[in-house]
């Protein structure tokens, strides 16, 4: 059973930076993607970064120039530096790792961590 353990959340300060990590039980280059979540209270969850096997990154809309997602592959870690946080990046996030179990078919599979509460407020 692959294990997602995400860490680094916390109450910060408008315009303030903090820098979540998730710690992958097997290799995170062995994910053919990664990303991570957020789920705010009463909203969807949506995808707030994500990098490929490749190393191709995308950003939603909403945090493009002040989000930053990595890999470490030495700690076998995955992060997400957030700079410049809003009151609306309040929010759950979630470490995601993703298996292709058919090419043929597309079919995949989510890995999910736990969550970790992040809250920016004054």
């Known amino acids: 059973q692959v294990q997602l353990v995400e860490s680094g959340g916390g109450l910060v300060q408008p315009g303030g930076s903090l820098t979540l990590s998730c710690a992958a039980s097997?290799?995170?280059?062995?994910?053919?993607?990664m990303g991570w979540y957020r789920q705010a209270p009463g909203k969807r969850r949506e995808l707030v970064a994500g990098?490929?096997?490749?190393?191709?990154?995308n950003y939603t809309d909403s945090v493009k120039g002040r989000f930053t997602i990595s890999r470490d592959n030495a700690k076998n870690t995955l992060n997400l530096q957030m700079n410049s946080l809003k009151a609306e990046d309040t929010a759950v996030y979630y470490c995601?790792?993703?298996?292709?179990?058919?090419?043929?078919?597309?079919?995949?599979?989510?890995?999910w961590g736990q969550g970790t509460q992040v809250t920016v407020s004054s």
């Open positions: 097997r290799s995170i280059g062995s994910f053919h993607a």
């Open positions: 990098i490929t096997v490749d190393d191709i990154t």
């Open positions: 995601n790792g993703r298996d292709i179990l058919d090419i043929t078919t597309g079919a995949e599979y989510d890995y």
